[in-house]
């Protein structure tokens, strides 16, 4: 069995910063290619960005570029999304996802795994 716990979220206002975390764990340990996704109550799952296993490689979604940086600590089995600015319209449910494979992978459908996410609400 493969979990997958998001922390970090929370109340914040806006233009704070905010920094994200999952966390991996199983009985023998693999390592995953990670993605950061997030859905806003009555919108579709939206991609945020994705980092390959070693961590030499990520991607991002057109509008987060600039304000969301993904990176990970394979020794802590951990991703983390590093968010900026914050503004209203990123109150949403953030999840992390991992999946086997060597690239990057910016699919929902290409995941395997997905934590139950945390909540991040920005308001003033």
């Known amino acids: 069995q493969v979990h997958l716990v998001e922390s970090g979220g929370g109340l914040v206002r806006p233009g704070d910063s905010l920094k994200l975390s999952c966390t991996v764990s199983?009985?023998?340990?693999?390592?995953?290619?990670m993605g950061w996704f997030r859905q806003a109550p009555g919108k579709e799952r939206e991609f945020l960005a994705a980092?390959?296993?070693?961590?030499?490689?990520?991607s991002y979604g057109r509008s987060v570029q600039g304000r969301f940086s993904i990176s990970r600590d394979n020794t802590a089995n951990t991703v983390y999304l590093q968010i900026h600015s914050l503004k209203y319209e990123d109150t949403a449910v953030y999840s992390c996802?991992?999946?086997?494979?060597?690239?990057?992978?910016?699919?929902?459908?290409?995941?395997?795994?997905w934590g139950q996410g945390t909540q991040v609400t920005v308001s003033s």
């Open positions: 980092i390959s296993r070693s961590g030499g490689t990520e």
């Open positions: 996802a991992a999946v086997s494979g060597s690239g990057v992978y910016i699919e929902e459908g290409e995941y395997e795994y």
């Open positions: 199983e009985r023998t340990p693999t390592t995953y290619a």
